[in-house]
């Protein structure tokens, strides 16, 4: 197998896409955190200290998303078209989706997982004073489409 960012000396490079066609890639991730009652009480009435919790978050994964490149080593900074991050309240904790798209050379996985992790790093940060066992799961690819090779989704 060949490993694309490292050259053949071994040494770390950026991979150079600049002969892959601009087409429109799309990548959706998940990621959940896991938040005790009261907390979750606070965040879903709009009680929390710092403020309306979920709208902070979505910001933050949004902007996250827009800065994946200055965040993960060797990879390519990406004109965004679109990015929607969701945040839904479940019984145990919010689960959040985010879904990049670009018309570009190279996908967006890195950014749909950077929107997620920044979100619910951020619905930690607002949070904590109520609960500092807060668990952050699952952050994963659901689903990525365009490009040479396709569509993938995860199993």
């Given at each position: 197998?060949t490993?694309?960012?490292?050259?053949?000396?071994?040494?770390?490079?950026?991979?150079?896409?600049?002969?892959?066609?601009?087409?429109?890639?799309?990548?959706?991730a998940?990621?959940?955190?896991?938040?005790?009652?009261?907390?979750?009480?606070?965040?879903?009435?709009?009680?929390?200290?710092?403020?309306?919790?979920?709208?902070v978050?979505?910001?933050?994964?949004?902007?996250?998303?827009?800065r994946?490149?200055?965040?993960?080593?060797?990879?390519h900074?990406?004109?965004?078209?679109?990015?929607?991050l969701?945040?839904v309240?479940?019984?145990?904790?919010?689960?959040?989706?985010?879904?990049v798209?670009?018309?570009?050379?190279?996908g967006?996985?890195?950014e749909?997982?950077?929107?997620?992790?920044v979100?619910?790093?951020?619905?930690?940060?607002?949070?904590?004073?109520?609960?500092?066992?807060?668990?952050?799961?699952?952050?994963?690819?659901?689903?990525?489409?365009g490009?040479?090779?396709?569509?993938?989704?995860?199993?």
């Amino acid at each position: 197998m060949t490993l694309t960012h490292l050259d053949d000396k071994g040494a770390a490079r950026m991979v150079d896409v600049s002969a892959k066609p601009a087409t429109r890639r799309e990548a959706v991730a998940e990621g959940h955190i896991a938040i005790n009652a009261a907390a979750l009480t606070a965040i879903r009435d709009q009680a929390v200290a710092k403020g309306d919790v979920l709208a902070v978050a979505r910001i933050a994964g949004i902007m996250a998303a827009k800065r994946t490149a200055d965040l993960i080593p060797l990879c390519h900074p990406l004109p965004l078209d679109a990015v929607t991050l969701d945040l839904v309240i479940e019984v145990d904790g919010v689960r959040a989706t985010a879904t990049v798209i670009t018309t570009h050379g190279t996908g967006v996985e890195m950014e749909a997982m950077t929107a997620v992790s920044v979100a619910l790093l951020t619905i930690y940060d607002m949070a904590k004073a109520m609960d500092r066992g807060m668990t952050i799961s699952g952050v994963r690819l659901l689903k990525k489409s365009g490009g040479r090779s396709g569509e993938w989704l995860a199993p």
